[in-house]
């Protein structure tokens, strides 16, 4: 081997010590296996609760490589039973790289005597008039009317999920509004809808009667919504 070519495989054999001794201390750490933890609810993922009774959690569970961890579970909760409403509770849990895993449970809470007060299902044959044409709703959607405690009552998506749950756009375009209640006649208090920032521009034949409240609800450009559902 001449003496040109023994210096090049000198050099060469230098270079490659370098770089598997950098490579070595750059990657060290970076090969350690993450292990991501994973959360179950047990029971419902939405639960009804009685006004004044006592909300009791269902349960949970974690694991983090095949290792109980559900002692590390945070659970946090905005559950009031003594009012009327839409609460959440939420879990979650990190593991030491700082990755998490979150898991929501929805709890209603309405009296279950209130006569109003409800879930309340959609008649498919509910419909829309909008420039002549009337296009029946198709399916049957859930709507929430909750009682505020003041005489009036909330209802979560007043254009009885059409936009929301309908047409899929979610529930920033579900128009919440209020309702008031007198004997078997349904007023409009308010409206809104978040997504378009406006509301009904007119109200028309609310009633209530058995668990059935029927009315129409004029939204812009003189588009009716002509809406029946029942609890």
Known sequence: MTMKKIF?????????????????????????????PVLELEGETTMLVDK??????????????????SADVVVESNVNTSKSGIYSVVYSIVNEDGFSSV?????IVFDFEDPVEGIYTVDPSSYRLYNG???????????????????????????????CQRAGYGTNYA????????????????????????SLVDWADG?????????????????????????
């Not at 009667?209 to 588009?223: D, F, L, P």
């Open 175 to 198: 128009m919440q509004a209020h309702i008031k209640v007198s004997g078997d006649v349904v007023e409009l208090v308010d409206s809104y809808i978040p997504g378009w920032g406006d």
């Open 133 to 163: 044409a009337q296009t029946a709703f198709g399916r049957a959607f859930q709507i929430y009317v909750l009682a505020n405690g003041d005489g009036t009552y909330f209802v979560d998506d007043i254009l009885g999920g059409w936009y």
């Open 8 to 36: 090049n495989f000198l050099v060469g054999a230098v270079v490659a010590m370098t770089l598997a001794s950098s490579c070595t201390k750059e990657s060290e750490g970076l090969t350690r296996i993450t292990y991501y």
């Open 207 to 231: 009633t209530v009667s058995n668990g059935t409240i029927s009315y129409t609800a004029v939204y812009v450009s003189g588009m009716e919504f002509h809406i029946t559902m029942s609890k």
């Open 52 to 69: 004044g009774s006592n909300y009791t959690e269902p349960g949970y569970s974690a694991t983090l490589n095949g290792e109980d961890v």
């Open 103 to 107: 898991a929501n449970r929805t709890v």
